[in-house]
């Protein structure tokens, strides 16, 4: 199994200004992904991360707003640009081993005010 | 694109089996059922998943319709430890799709 951790596990950050989220996993994985958590809600996908190439995003997500990087198979990095509010969220990064199964990190809290 | 549903909330007395049921009428053949669950905000943890068969292991067992298009995951005795959100994901190549989750409630 992966073990995946996240760096910062949580921050407040003014609006207007950007925060780089880090995940590392301890193995490599075939896949990383990026995703969302607003508050009460499900998680939504923010974009797949692809080693050495841009990122792949799903409907409602731009890479000017979450520019993703991954340079290598344990390690990306996710940029939530020009912060509001409403980016107040938690973001989770996951892994995708050979076999199929999906690892999550425990999560960044993000508080934009 | 695969849509997943799920109920919104269950309860469960402690000790009798959970049966958590998930709708995925428009999964793919290639697309895998996941389930996790999510306790206080923490990251989801993972429980089992299946392609087609029934599958079983030490947390759980999922049932998977033969026509695919449904799912139920069993937790056979539940604790009060098991109160979480459960979520049931479809997982492709390059897709992920998550439930809205049901907020399970484990009754002393």
């Known amino acids: 199994s992966a073990v995946i951790s996240q760096k910062p596990s949580r921050d407040i950050c003014q609006r207007g200004t950007s925060l780089t989220i880090q995940c590392q996993v301890d193995?490599?994985?075939?896949?990383m992904f990026w995703y969302r958590q607003q508050p009460g809600q499900s998680l939504t996908l923010i974009a797949t991360a692809n080693q050495g190439s841009e990122a792949t995003y799903e409907s409602g997500f731009v890479i000017d707003k979450f520019p993703i990087s991954r340079p290598n198979l344990t390690f990306s990095t996710l940029t939530v640009s020009n912060m509001s509010p409403e980016d107040s969220s938690i973001y989770l990064c996951?892994?995708?081993?050979?076999?199929?199964?999906?690892?999550f990190g425990p999560g960044t809290r993000l508080t934009v005010t | 694109d695969a849509k997943t549903t799920q109920p919104t909330s269950m309860d469960c007395a402690e000790g009798r089996a959970a049966n958590l049921p998930c709708n995925h009428s428009?999964?793919?053949?290639?697309?895998?059922v996941y389930w996790y669950r999510q306790i206080h905000s923490q990251g989801p943890q993972y429980i089992i998943h299946g392609l087609k068969n029934n599958e079983t292991n030490e947390m759980a067992s999922l049932i998977i319709t033969e026509d695919r298009k449904s799912s139920t995951l069993i937790l056979p005795h539940a604790t009060l430890r098991d109160t979480a959100v459960y979520y049931c994901?479809?997982?492709?190549?390059?897709?992920?799709?998550f439930g809205t989750g049901t907020k399970l409630q484990v009754i002393p």
């Open positions: 193995s490599q994985v075939t896949m």
């Open positions: 996951s892994g995708k081993d050979r076999d199929g199964e999906q690892y």
């Open positions: 994901i479809v997982i492709g190549y390059q897709k992920v799709t």
């Open positions: 428009t999964i793919s053949g290639n697309e895998y």
